[in-house]
């Protein structure tokens, strides 16, 4: 059974930090590029962060560029998301998702093959 878990989510201060964790079950983590998204109440959904499948290339949104870092651990079947210096607009449900490539160095800011049920990360001023 193919299950995509996320946790570490919370209540943190303005410029404070959160590391969230994604764990794919029922597959082989390295054969998928992976990436993070999130989700405020009332807004689209929207990217945030990508990987590639052996973590070799990353991409981020604007807003996350300088304070995100998107990381991976195959042995573990495991992403990361390390978030830093958080603000109010941070606060959201936030998504990984993860899509099959047989390129290792590619990653993909669309076109997820499985999403996570979310986690909420609030940010209070």
């Known amino acids: 059974q193919v299950q995509l878990v996320e946790s570490g989510g919370g209540l943190v201060q303005a410029g404070g930090s959160l590391r969230l964790s994604c764990v794919l079950s029922?597959?082989?983590?390295?054969?998928?590029?992976m990436g993070w998204f999130r989700q405020a109440p009332g807004r689209e959904r929207e990217f945030v962060a990508a990987?590639?499948?052996?973590?070799?290339?990353?991409v981020y949104a604007t807003s996350a560029k300088g304070r995100f870092t998107i990381s991976r651990d195959n042995a573990k079947n495991a992403g990361y998301l390390q978030m830093n210096s958080l603000n109010p607009q941070d606060t959201a449900v936030y998504f990984c998702?993860?899509?099959?490539?047989?390129?290792?160095?590619?990653?993909?800011?669309?076109?997820?093959?499985?999403w996570g049920k979310g986690t909420l990360d609030t940010v209070s001023s």
């Open positions: 998702g993860t899509r099959w490539t047989s390129s290792g160095s590619d990653y993909f800011t669309d076109g997820m093959d499985f």
């Open positions: 990987i590639s499948r052996i973590g070799d290339d990353t």
């Open positions: 029922g597959l082989d983590f390295s054969d998928y590029a």
